[in-house]
């Protein structure tokens, strides 16, 4: 039998709720936008997803094609791509799902934020679900400091562009999203925050 990391690798336990939660069903296309090594990937290689994904970095395509190899040997290579998120390298509508894990608030500012998140969403089917994880200022307002725009140095020392609630309540209604669930945030003993965003595609 194998064991829970075989199963799911080191996979983001908020991806993982969604899964329980059958939001993800074997055959979906999904894009993994900002995939890094593919942590979050393992699951959908052995259960039968059409798994995609980019990242900016050729170490981690690299990395992330073996991991195919090994355990969807039926998917091409070029499924996975060295790319920038806001620069598309995938049809418009292609996907069921598409996950952003830890990746949006590397944006330098609000303008590269939103060519991100619109390039995403871009290739998302209609009726596509929406999985995004990123770094705000919820809970720890007045722990930040303001470096430029939605810049911001953190209590554990990392700059990152912060989102509030606000900003991704204006961003569901512009895109015309359809709440899947409550905003959720986890406060890491006031050092930095983390949203959980899961809206859908009408």
């Known amino acids: 039998m194998k064991t829970p990391r075989e199963l799911f ?11 329980l939660k059958g939001r993800f069903v074997p055959g979906m296309k999904i ?41 969807a040997p039926q998917l091409p290579a070029a499924n996975f791509q060295v790319a920038a998120i806001e620069e598309p390298v995938f049809a418009d509508e292609s996907f069921d799902a598409l ?15 939103r060519q991100m998140l619109n390039a995403m969403w871009q290739q998302l089917k ?11 200022s919820i809970g720890i307002e007045n722990l930040v400091q303001a470096i430029e725009g939605r810049r911001y140095l953190l209590p554990d020392g990392s ?23 409550p905003l959720k945030t986890t406060n890491v003993q006031n050092l930095r925050c983390m949203t959980t965003w899961v809206i859908r595609k009408r």
Not at 9 to 19: T, V
């Open 159 to 181: 700059q990152r562009f912060l989102v509030d609630e606000a900003l991704l309540l204006e961003l569901t209604t512009h895109l015309e999203g359809e709440w899947v669930e």
């Open 31 to 71: 894009l993994d936008a900002g995939c890094g090594g593919g942590r979050n990937l393992i699951y959908f290689l052995q259960n039968g997803f059409e798994v995609y994904g980019i990242d900016r970095s050729p170490e981690s395509i690299a990395y992330v094609r073996e991991l195919a190899q090994h355990f």
């Open 9 to 19: 690798g080191d996979i983001d336990i908020y991806l993982f709720d969604q899964i």
């Open 126 to 136: 209609p009726g596509g679900l929406f999985f995004a994880r990123l770094a705000s």
């Open 99 to 113: 996950i952003s894990s830890a990746v949006l608030h590397f944006a330098d500012d609000e303008a590269q934020f």
